[in-house]
């Protein structure tokens, strides 16, 4: 790819961030594409966008907006599999209870006295 043209970051876009996009992705991550924020002005080559941080399983975990070189960013057709077993047990479920009404049972009398000032 031609260094004199700029990367296009489109909404839905799946990008893999590395150092390679800025140094900021020490640690990797996923992220889907909301929107490019063009509207701001940065360096050339850079581009801020909003986007949602995709966890393990390929589910939106963070809503961020990130400053990268498009460049550098790697473009994923779709999220990376979780390895096999690296997904936690679910959490046993508690039967459900019924809940009172905090207006009604959590209510005390108000005092209507004269304010003391001083």
């Given at each position: 790819?031609?260094?004199?043209?700029?990367?296009?970051?489109?909404?839905?876009?799946?990008?893999?961030?590395?150092?390679?996009?800025?140094?900021?992705?020490?640690?990797?991550?996923?992220?889907?594409?909301?929107?490019?924020?063009?509207?701001?002005?940065?360096?050339?080559?850079?581009?801020?966008?909003?986007?949602?941080?995709?966890?393990?399983?390929?589910?939106a975990?963070?809503?961020?907006?990130?400053?990268?070189?498009?460049?550098?960013?790697?473009?994923?057709?779709?999220?990376?599999?979780?390895p096999?077993?690296?997904?936690?047990?679910?959490?046993?479920?508690?039967?459900?209870?019924?809940?009172?009404?905090?207006?009604?049972?959590?209510?005390?009398?108000?005092?209507?006295?004269?304010?003391?000032?001083?």
């Open positions: 790819m031609p260094t004199d043209q700029p990367v296009q970051v489109r909404s839905g876009d799946l990008l893999h961030l590395t150092r390679t996009a800025s140094p900021q992705f020490a640690r990797p991550i996923t992220v889907r594409v909301i929107r490019a924020l063009t509207h701001r002005h940065t360096y050339h080559g850079w581009l801020w966008i909003d986007a949602y941080q995709l966890g393990p399983k390929g589910d975990i963070a809503r961020r907006k990130l400053y990268l070189m498009p460049a550098g960013a790697q473009w994923l057709a779709a999220p990376p599999a979780a096999p077993g690296s997904a936690a047990p679910p959490l046993p479920v508690a039967p459900a209870q019924p809940v009172a009404s905090p207006r009604r049972d959590a209510r005390r009398p108000v005092r209507r006295d004269s304010a003391r000032v001083g």
